[in-house]
């Protein structure tokens, strides 16, 4: 079916306030994973679920980044009091945990400006 | 020391000629390595992927391995301007644990028509 999807596509804010980026994995990916991508720079790893896992967080950069994955699907990623600094694409990726090699199979991206 | 190493460019080629893509990884537990492009304003997309040493080839794209030196390159041959973008290095150590990759900061390609 479709690949993975993310939603918004863009989103402007201004400080201080509080953002939810989505994340929709391809059907049957276990593994979910996000990455932000500031300008010019490589990807970020932020936080990463499989299945029933405790979720690995950490990439977090700080307390007010959080997620959630619920039904093993669908994931929400959080962002509290947003700063300038958070300005980046957010990128989530999706994977076969059973497959002999982990390809991630990437989003389009949420692209966040905090102003 | 960064834990993946790569020449951030631009890499300007000529159209035609080969394009040797570099990098560098100080982990020797990496036991697979992926290559992603990424076009400007794109998502990555997977390319190549290699885990034994030498070379593997996949149409134009050939990649090299060489575990002893935490070496690994990207060659395109009979570069095209569609090639222009960023090419992104990705060693990971398959822990199951830790799948995610860790991901070197790209260098950016041109190819010139």
């Known amino acids: 079916g479709a690949g993975v999807s993310q939603s918004p596509s863009n989103k402007v804010t201004e400080k201080g306030k509080d953002v939810e980026l989505r994340c929709d994995p391809i059907?049957?990916?276990?593994?979910l994973y996000w990455y932000r991508q500031s300008l010019g720079q490589g990807l970020e790893f932020l936080i990463y679920f499989q299945g029933n896992s405790a979720p690995d967080k950490s990439g977090l950069p700080s307390d007010r980044f959080s997620a959630e994955r619920t039904g093993g699907s669908v994931s929400t990623l959080t962002i509290q009091r947003t700063q300038q600094e958070d300005s980046a694409v957010y990128l989530c990726?999706?994977?076969?945990?059973?497959?002999?090699?982990?390809?991630?199979?990437f989003g389009p991206g949420t692209r966040l400006t905090v102003l | 020391q960064k834990e993946v190493e790569q020449n951030s460019g631009p890499l300007s080629v000529p159209e035609g000629a080969i394009a040797s893509l570099n990098c560098t990884y100080s982990d020797r537990g990496s036991q697979s390595f992926f290559w992603y492009r990424q076009y400007s304003g794109k998502s990555p997309e997977l390319i190549m992927f290699i885990y034994s040493n030498g070379d593997k080839e996949d149409g134009r794209f050939t990649a090299q391995l060489n575990k002893a030196s935490q070496y690994v390159s990207l060659l395109i041959r009979d570069s095209q301007p569609s090639d222009s973008a960023t090419y992104l290095c990705?060693?990971?150590?398959?822990?199951?644990?830790?799948?995610?990759?860790?991901f070197g900061s790209g260098t950016r390609l041109q190819v010139q028509p």
């Open positions: 990726a999706s994977s076969l945990v059973t497959s002999a090699y982990n390809e991630q199979f």
């Open positions: 990705a060693p990971t150590t398959g822990d199951t644990g830790r799948r995610a990759l860790t």
């Open positions: 059907s049957g990916h276990t593994a």
